[in-house]
C-alpha cells in the first residue's frame, strides 16, 4: 500500500502519533539537560502551585519540540493550546 504524505491528519496518523511519542520524561531520548530544566521548572511550579510561565522551544524539525510540550502538559496536568 502506498501512502502519500499529507498536512491533513487521518483518525489513523493520530493512533499511530500517540503510540510513537513518549508518554513520559524518563522515555524521551536526547536533550538531557534540557529535560532536567524542564522537569525543575515544572516541580517549582507545582510547590508554588503556581502556572508555570511561558516556555518557547524552537529548532528544526525532528527535535523533540512536539513531543516535549505534550509531555510538559501531561506532567502538569493542563491541556495544550
Known amino acids: 500500500m502506498m501512502r ?3 498536512r491533513n491528519k ?5 493512533k499511530l502519533d500517540s503510540t510513537l511519542r ?6 524521551f531520548v536526547g536533550q538531557s539537560k534540557l529535560v532536567s530544566n524542564l ?4 516541580a517549582a511550579a507545582k510547590e508554588r502551585k503556581e502556572a508555570l510561565d511561558h516556555i518557547l522551544f524552537s529548532g528544526s524539525p525532528g ?7 505534550y509531555l510538559v502538559t501531561k506532567d ?6
Not at 39 to 42: C, D, G, V
Open 39 to 42: 522537569k525543575i521548572y515544572i
Open 4 to 6: 502519500f504524505i499529507s
Open 22 to 27: 513518549p508518554t513520559d520524561f524518563s522515555e
Open 63 to 69: 527535535l523533540g519540540k512536539t513531543t516535549l510540550a
Open 10 to 14: 487521518t483518525e489513523e496518523d493520530i
Open 76 to 81: 502538569l496536568m493542563v491541556n495544550i493550546k
